[in-house]
């Protein structure tokens, strides 16, 4: 496992995007390549975020796996998928429960090695950046896999999940 600060991650942009799109293309997410592009430029600017890392994982020499993360810092955020957390935690639980936390924004596993401990061995080394270990991320009810994989680790969800298509599942890490 390798840490990227801010700079570093900058410079290897395009190995993250080349990840990113190996993993977000393929169902359950099906995203295009101008999804690629929206996380390229993003990351760039989460990257400039207080606190700001990333983890990269290698498997025989290459890239396999990616986790970025940062300080959620009050007030709780608005834009990207911060609405929807809000909605669903409501106002007070939001700043309780996440604001402080480290926020992990993009777990990324590459297919070809999925199922052999990769994301499990990510997740360990984000949260062994965090002092008190308290972090948080979010999937949708769209890929069952995601969460079956964060429970299997022992993160909980922060809600009852939804089973409906398309919403926001908040998880809490391990204690």
Known sequence: MHTYDAAATRAAADRFAGLYRDVFTAPPWNEDEARVEEFRARLRQDAARPGFRAVVAEVDGRWAGFTTAWPTRRPFPAGRAYGA??????????????????????VAVSPAVQGRGVGGRLLEATLATVPDRRAWLLTWTTSAQAIGFYRRHGWQPAHPIPDTADEVVVFLSPA
């Not at 409501?90 to 700043?95: K, L, M, S």
Request: aromatic share 0%.
């Open 85 to 106: 957390v809000r909605d669903r935690l409501g106002p007070g639980r939001t700043d309780e429960l996440l604001v402080g936390a480290l926020e992990i924004d993009e």
